[in-house]
């Protein structure tokens, strides 16, 4: 009989395709009078051949331990996916990406800061500069005048007490020079020489800047490449999972076929 089991297993068609191939054989439908010499023993390794191999199909440990393979196969796949979904797992990776992007941040913020303070020195040494220019003409005109009233009171020395104002006049423009001198010092070397180490020190913190505004762009890459990496994976896990439970459904229904189909083996496979 042609049940639909029989027609809806590969094998059974296989074996069918044998059996009716044979049996068309020198014109006769009778393959026990059709065959003769070495086509009958062809045919009889063949049909033993696939006769070991439908016996082995049909077995149902074979198919059985073929799903218990998929089965754990599925299990695996379910249990990786389940593992990146989780957030106590994934989401610890996520957290690390997100705390190094925090912490690039954090640097890049403590260097403006430090700008901003640079700049507020460079400021200030700039106003001393002024100042001290200004403290400079000052004092210059002063040491001027004194010098002019020293000029003035040399030629008019007659007594002790003009003798004594002119030595005062003249300790007072040496300590004038003296004061004008370190003022000078100050202004060309010691405050040029603090504006050029402020001025490196930005050039470096910018520099700094910079660098640091690429960690963070790689932190951030590292974070994205990390979240898209997880998705793609689950998106590859989830398509195993349904690929090994198509295949899994597929096979208990070969199974049930086959298992319907192994009365008629004897049948289909006729011994010579």
């Known amino acids: ?36 010499g070495w086509q009958r023993k062809n045919l009889q390794t063949e049909l033993s051949l696939a ?22 196969a599925l299990e695996e796949a379910r249990a990786d996916l389940e593992a990146l979904s989780k957030p106590e ?27 901003i303070i640079l700049n507020e020195k460079l400021q200030k040494t700039a106003a001393n500069q002024e100042l001290i220019k200004d403290q400079i003409k000052e004092l210059e005109t002063q040491i001027k005048e004194a010098m002019n009233l020293q000029k003035s009171a040399a030629q008019n020395v007659k007594n002790e007490t003009q003798a004594m104002a002119q030595l005062m006049i003249d300790s007072e423009v040496q300590q004038n ?15 040029e020489n603090d504006k050029a180490a402020i001025q490196k020190q930005l050039e470096d913190n910018r520099r700094a800047q910079e660098l640091q505004q690429e960690h963070i762009a790689q932190a951030e890459a ?14 590859k896990l989830r398509a195993i999972v349904a690929e090994s439970e198509a295949n899994i459904s597929k096979n208990l229904r070969s199974k049930n076929a086959d298992l319907a189909f192994a009365p008629y083996k004897g049948a289909l496979m006729p011994a010579f």
């Open 1 to 36: 009989p042609r049940s639909n089991a029989y027609f809806a297993s590969p094998l059974a068609l296989c074996a069918r395709r044998v059996s009716s191939a044979a049996s068309r054989l020198l014109g006769t439908t009778s393959l026990r009078f059709a065959l003769h």
């Open 89 to 115: 797992i994934f989401g610890v990776e996520i957290k690390a990406a997100e705390n190094k992007i925090q912490g690039e941040k954090n640097k890049l913020a403590s260097l403006k800061d430090q700008a």
């Open 177 to 191: 020079r003296k004061w004008l001198a370190k003022l000078k010092e100050r202004l060309f070397i010691t405050l």
């Open 222 to 235: 590292g974070l994205k490449k990390l979240t898209s990496s997880n998705e793609l994976d689950q998106n």
């Open 51 to 72: 006769r070991i191999l439908l016996d082995e199909l049909i077995d149902p440990a074979t198919l059985a331990a073929l799903i218990k393979e998929q089965e754990k």
